[in-house]
C-alpha cells in the first residue's frame, strides 16, 4: 500500500482506541503523552517499508499525499532505524538464517514481519531510553530518567507497525507471518498501488466508528467500565471485517 494509505488508517485505528476513552484524556498533563503516542504511530506506520530502499516514505520529510507538507523528523527517525535497528538485526539474521531471509520478489521481508517489528520496535525504545538515561544525568534533566514517556513512544511505534502488517495483509502481496521460518503468505486481494477504493471506504468507518465512541464518552451514555473494552474490541471487530472484505484469505502462492 502507499505511504499516505498507511500513515491515514494506522492514525484513524488509533483514534478509534483512543475515542471511547475521550473523557478520561481531556487532561492538560495527557497532552504530551497523547502527541508522543500519535507521533510513535504516525513513524511506525512507514517504518515496515525501510527495507524498499531509498524510495520508502520514511527516508523523505515530504509527507505522502500531503500536497507537499513537509515533516523534517521523518528522515531522521527513518536513517537513525536503518543504521542502528534494521541492518544490524539484517545481519544478524543473515548469519542464523542465511540468504533466505531475502524475499524473492518484492522488499517484504524482516520489517514486514512480526518478529521483526517487535525487534525493531524494541532498539529503538532502547536507544531512546539509553539517551535519556545519558541526560537524565545532568540534573536540570533528571526527569528524564525511565519517563514513561519513553515507552508511550515505544508503544505507539510499533502499533504503527503492526498495523502496516495488518494493512498490508489485505493486499495482493500479503505479509510473511512467520517469517523466517515459514514463507507463507496471508494475503488479500486489493491492489497496493492506491487504485483500489477500498482502503478510503475502511478510513471513512473508522472516522465514523472514532467520531461515534467519542461522543459517546463525552456525552456519558458510555459507562467508564464498558470504556476500555471499548477501546480493545473496536478496532479489532472492524480490521476483521475489513480483511475479510479484502478477500483475506486469497489463494496461496509460492515463496516470494
Not at 504530551?32 to 520529510?61: E, N, Y
Not at 531471509?101 to 517489528?117: F, N, Q, T, W
Not at 508511550?152 to 495482493?172: K, P, Q, R, S, Y
Not at 465514523?208 to 476500555?228: D, E, M, N, Q, W
Request: charged share 15%; with cysteine.
Amino acid at each position: 500500500m502507499k505511504g499516505i494509505t498507511h500513515i491515514s488508517l494506522s492514525l484513524l485505528t488509533l483514534l478509534v482506541i483512543l475515542a471511547p476513552l475521550t473523557s478520561q484524556l481531556i487532561k492538560i498533563e495527557a497532552v504530551p503523552g497523547l502527541i508522543l503516542l500519535f507521533l510513535g504511530v504516525f513513524i511506525g506506520s512507514i517504518t515496515p517499508d525501510i527495507d524498499k530502499g531509498s524510495g520508502s516514505a520514511i527516508f523523505h520529510s515530504e509527507i505522502p499525499g500531503a500536497k507537499g507538507k513537509k515533516f523534517h523528523l521523518t528522515p531522521i527517525f527513518g536513517y537513525t532505524i536503518y543504521f542502528t535497528c534494521y541492518k544490524p538485526l539484517q545481519i544478524l539474521f543473515r548469519l542464523i538464517f542465511g540468504k533466505k531471509i531475502y524475499a524473492k520478489h518484492g522488499h517484504r521481508e524482516l520489517p514486514h514481519s512480526p518478529i521483526g517489528v517487535v525487534l525493531i520496535s524494541a532498539l529503538l525504545t532502547l536507544y531512546i531510553w539509553l539517551i535519556c538515561f545519558a541526560l537524565s544525568l545532568i540534573p536540570s534533566l533528571s526527569f528524564l530518567y525511565n519517563n514513561t514517556l519513553i515507552f508511550v513512544f515505544g508503544a505507539g511505534f510499533l502499533l504503527g507497525c503492526f498495523m502496516h502488517l495488518i494493512e498490508d495483509t489485505c493486499d495482493n502481496s500479503g505479509i510473511h507471518y512467520f517469517y523466517p521460518f515459514n514463507f507463507s503468505r496471508l494475503r488479500g486481494t486489493l491492489k497496493g498501488d492506491g487504485t483500489d477504493k477500498k482502503p478510503r471506504v475502511y478510513g471513512v468507518v473508522l472516522l465514523l466508528a472514532a467520531s461515534g465512541l467519542c461522543t459517546a464518552s463525552v456525552i456519558g451514555s458510555l459507562p467508564a467500565k464498558f470504556a476500555y473494552p471499548a477501546a480493545l474490541l473496536a478496532p479489532i471487530v472492524l480490521w476483521v471485517i475489513f480483511l475479510r472484505v479484502s478477500g483475506v484469505p486469497a489463494r496461496k502462492r509460492n515463496r516470494e
